[in-house]
């Protein structure tokens, strides 16, 4: 298990499936069966009411001239007594009261990689808030991160990189 940089805080998140800035195996990927890895974190800090997961990629559509930011998963509410997601979890295995938000498939649960062109770099974020956030109806990113303002305790992010083989 290899562990993530850390941003702020004592907050860190690994995978089984990769180390940090390593490949992200194609099982996890539109290459493959395109199921959400396993990830874990240690216990996050004193406080932490609720954890939430962004799971971005800033590469979009090309590395050499990114566009956008993709959104692959964005999940909140998460219990603080959670320590792990397992691979492929599904909305009904999702910790209660964790709730989704929409990705930019413009559906909730998980989006593996599938980049157009180049090496990506997926971001795994973890946060850890002093609260609970209400039920945003299955915001966008830019909702929840709007909505987490003033509440980080703590954030670590594990990168992932993949490259379709064409």
Known sequence: ?????????????????FAHEGMIPA????????????LSWREPPPGTRSLVLIVDDPD???????RMTW??????????????????????????????????WQRSGYGGPCPPIGTHRYFH???ALDS?????????????EEAMQGHVLAACE???LYRRQR
Request: aromatic fraction near 4%.
């Open 125 to 127: 974020k973890l946060y």
């Open 1 to 17: 298990m290899s562990q993530a940089s850390m941003a702020r805080g004592t907050l860190f998140l690994s995978s089984t499936a």
């Open 71 to 104: 959104v692959h998963w964005l999940l909140y509410n998460i219990p603080p007594h959670a320590r792990h997601l397992p691979e492929g979890v599904s909305d009904r295995e999702l910790p209660p009261p964790t709730l989704q938000g929409l990705n930019d």
């Open 60 to 66: 979009a559509p090309d590395p050499v001239a990114p």
């Open 158 to 160: 594990l990168i992932g």
């Open 132 to 144: 609970v956030l209400p039920d945003l109806q299955q915001p966008r990113k830019a909702r929840l």
């Open 27 to 38: 099982r996890h990927t539109c290459d493959g069966d395109n199921v959400s890895p396993p």
